[in-house]
């Protein structure tokens, strides 16, 4: 069970029968009423985010997450298939499931696949990820590392910004809660 006094950012609850993380919150007391909680709170299901305000001391049950490392392998009309890596079973997914995971996954990567009453709820991808650039303009000489950014395509289809001096065939470091390029790491040609 949690408390409203034991909220925090990330932390889990089961709200109406649905799980869902809280991303921001607020104790609010009133003057001649009872203290309130005003909170933000992500569907795990939709991705929907919520305004909701609860009474101090509201109770939540904690939602029965199950996580499991599952392999990226391909897609398929439409479907993105994982691997089990202890069972070896096999799982599809649609793009709607995996969310901004889809910017950032490429076959044979590890992703954590988050699980609900035994349903699969979104994809998380390490923290970190190297990706090839398949497209960006030309470097001309006198651009140097920190005189700005351009446009630059992923080899999973995602766009980012990265330094003048990137060029195509680059491997390159992402933030993937960001979305940002972090540094260059060689070159994939």
Not at 25 to 54: C, D, N
Not at 64 to 73: F, T
Not at 165 to 175: A, R, T
């Amino acid at each position: 069970m949690i408390v409203t006094s034991d909220f925090k950012r990330g932390a889990k609850i089961e709200y109406k029968g649905e799980p869902y993380e809280i991303i921001e919150f607020q104790h609010v007391k009133m003057q001649q009423r009872a203290p309130i909680v005003r909170t933000k709170i992500k569907s795990l299901k939709t991705g929907r985010v919520l305004e909701e305000t609860f009474s101090a001391g509201d109770k939540f049950e904690t939602p029965a997450l199950e996580e499991k490392e599952m392999q990226y392998l391909y897609v398929q009309d439409g479907l993105h298939y994982f691997m089990d890596m202890e069972t070896y079973e096999q799982i599809p997914l649609t793009i709607e499931q995996l969310g901004d995971a889809k910017k950032f996954i490429k076959e044979n990567m590890i992703v954590t696949i988050q699980y609900y009453k035994g349903n699969p709820l979104n994809v998380n991808t390490p923290m970190f990820v190297e990706l090839a650039i398949t497209d960006t303009e030309p470097s001309f000489r006198g651009d140097t590392a920190n005189a700005g950014s351009k446009p630059a395509t992923l080899e999973t289809g995602a766009q980012i910004k990265v330094p003048f001096h990137i060029q195509i065939g680059d491997l390159v470091k992402i933030d993937t809660r960001t979305s940002e390029y972090i540094v260059k790491v060689g070159s994939s040609k």
